[in-house]
Antibody, heavy 116, light 110 residues
Framework: QVQLVQSGAEVREPGASVKVSCKASGYTFNDYLIHWVRQAPGQGLEWMGWVTPKDAGTRYAQKFQGRVTMTWDTSITTAYMDLSGLTSDDTALYYC?????????WGQGTLVTVSS | QAGLTQPPSVSKGLRQTATLTCTGNSSNVGDQGTAWLKHHQGHPPKLLSYRHNNRPSGISERFSASTSGNTASLTITGLQSEDEADYYCSAWDSSLHAWLFGGGTKLTVL
C-alpha cells in the first residue's frame, strides 16, 4: 500500500536551516508529484511547493522562494524539503503529500520548532 | 488578498445535513475544480473529494462535492459524531501558479 514516512521532529534556533525527508513506498515514485504543506499552531494548511521527480521540476509558493529547496533521491524514493533562515513563524507541522489528481496520501507530519 | 474563503465554523445536529462552502474566483475554484480534505488535529489530512466530485476509494457516499460558478460546496449527509473535524478546500490557481487552501471550517456535530 502507498505510504509516506517522514523524518522525526526537529528543534532549531532562529536563522538556522532544517531538512525534512519523506520516504515513499508502495507506488512508482517517479510517476507522481510530491507537495509540501505546513500547518502552524492554530492556523490552517499552507502550500509550500512541489517537486516532480519524473522531469526534475519544482515549483515553490512565492512566500517561500529563496528560502526553500525541494529535492529528491529516486534511488531511495525519498523527497526532501530544506527550509533556511528559520524564524519563530516557521514553527509548524510539515507534511509531504502525493499528488495523484490531488493530495491523496499524506505523511504523518514532522514538527519543526524554532526557538532560541 | 488572493485566497479561498470558508466560513470559520458550522454547527449541525446528529443525522442532519451540513453544507460547507468555499469561495474563490475564476482562476481557481471556477476554473480548476476544488479538492476537499478532512483534518483531525494530530492526524494527517484526509482527501474526501477532488476536481469535480471525484471521490477517492473508501470515501463514503455521504460526502459529495459540487461547484457553482466560483463557489464550491461539500455536502455531508446523515451527520455522525466522527464527522466533527476541520474541513479544508483547496484549488490550483492558474493565474498565481500556486495551490491555495481555504482557512478551514470547523464542523461541530451537536
Amino acid at each position: 500500500q502507498v505510504q509516506l514516512v517522514q523524518s522525526g521532529a526537529e528543534v532549531r534556533e532562529p536563522g538556522a536551516s532544517v531538512k525534512v525527508s519523506c520516504k515513499a513506498s508502495g507506488y512508482t515514485f517517479n510517476d507522481y508529484l510530491i507537495h509540501w504543506v505546513r500547518q502552524a499552531p492554530g492556523q490552517g494548511l499552507e502550500w509550500m511547493g512541489w517537486v516532480t521527480p519524473k522531469d526534475a521540476g519544482t515549483r515553490y509558493a512565492q512566500k517561500f522562494q529563496g528560502r526553500v529547496t525541494m529535492t529528491w533521491d529516486t534511488s531511495i524514493t525519498t523527497a526532501y524539503m530544506d527550509l533556511s533562515g528559520l524564524t519563530s513563524d516557521d514553527t509548524a507541522l510539515y507534511y509531504c503529500t502525493r499528488d495523484a489528481g490531488s493530495f491523496d496520501f499524506w505523511g504523518q507530519g514532522t514538527l519543526v520548532t524554532v526557538s532560541s | 488578498q488572493a485566497g479561498l474563503t470558508q466560513p470559520p465554523s458550522v454547527s449541525k445536529g446528529l443525522r442532519q445535513t451540513a453544507t460547507l462552502t468555499c469561495t474563490g474566483n475564476s482562476s481557481n475554484v471556477g476554473d480548476q475544480g476544488t479538492a476537499w480534505l478532512k483534518h483531525h488535529q494530530g492526524h494527517p489530512p484526509k482527501l474526501l473529494s477532488y476536481r469535480h466530485n471525484n471521490r477517492p476509494s473508501g470515501i463514503s457516499e455521504r460526502f459529495s462535492a459540487s461547484t457553482s460558478g466560483n463557489t464550491a460546496s461539500l455536502t455531508i449527509t446523515g451527520l455522525q459524531s466522527e464527522d466533527e473535524a476541520d474541513y479544508y478546500c483547496s484549488a490550483w490557481d492558474s493565474s498565481l501558479h500556486a495551490w491555495l487552501f481555504g482557512g478551514g471550517t470547523k464542523l461541530t456535530v451537536l
